[in-house]
């Protein structure tokens, strides 16, 4: 879901955002409206969620019904990937408000980078995780991709498990 039509072009332009297919549609609207819209529901496999304006402070749409929203578009084995961006402050209001929405046994994250980004996976449905299948999956991604998988695994923790 995208707002400006010039960020789909230079996404398509320089970093080769595929034209719209069977498994990718680009939507142009504004994401407060569009996740409550019924033709999407439960139809979403990945939401990238990642909406900043200028000043990059924190997530210009980071509410419980903007995230209740997200959840209804997802597949039963849908995931919303959030990028919480600023200080700690922002990111603990931001994973309660997702939680709120998907239950907080549905969240996993990554440790915050050194400059702040902090990326949230919601499940729709909650999830445990196999080490050993999700080393395999990371091994096939660098092997496909020039891509750390393998050393992204050792900052992902489920939320709770990071707050003990």
């Not at 019924?38 to 939401?47: A, C, F, I, P, S």
């Amino acid at each position: 879901i995208e707002l400006n039509p010039d960020v789909v072009t230079t996404c398509r332009q320089w970093f080769h955002l595929p034209e719209d297919n069977a498994t990718l549609h680009v939507v142009m609207g504004n994401a407060a409206d569009v996740v409550h819209q019924e033709t999407w529901r439960g139809k979403v496999d990945v939401l990238q969620v990642d909406l900043y304006d200028q000043d990059a402070a924190a997530p210009v749409l980071d509410s419980e019904d903007f995230y209740a929203g997200c959840r209804q578009l997802l597949t039963p084995n849908g995931c919303m990937a959030v990028n919480v961006f600023g200080h700690d402050a922002n990111f603990e209001g931001s994973v309660q408000r997702i939680a709120k929405s998907f239950g907080s046994h549905a969240l996993w994250a990554f440790k915050p980078t050194p400059s702040g980004n902090a990326i949230v996976l919601a499940f729709r449905t909650p999830h445990t995780w196999d080490k050993n299948a999700l080393a395999s999956q990371a091994k096939q991604i660098e092997a496909r991709w020039p891509l750390p998988a393998t050393k992204w695994l050792k900052t992902l923790a489920p939320v709770d498990a990071r707050r003990s």
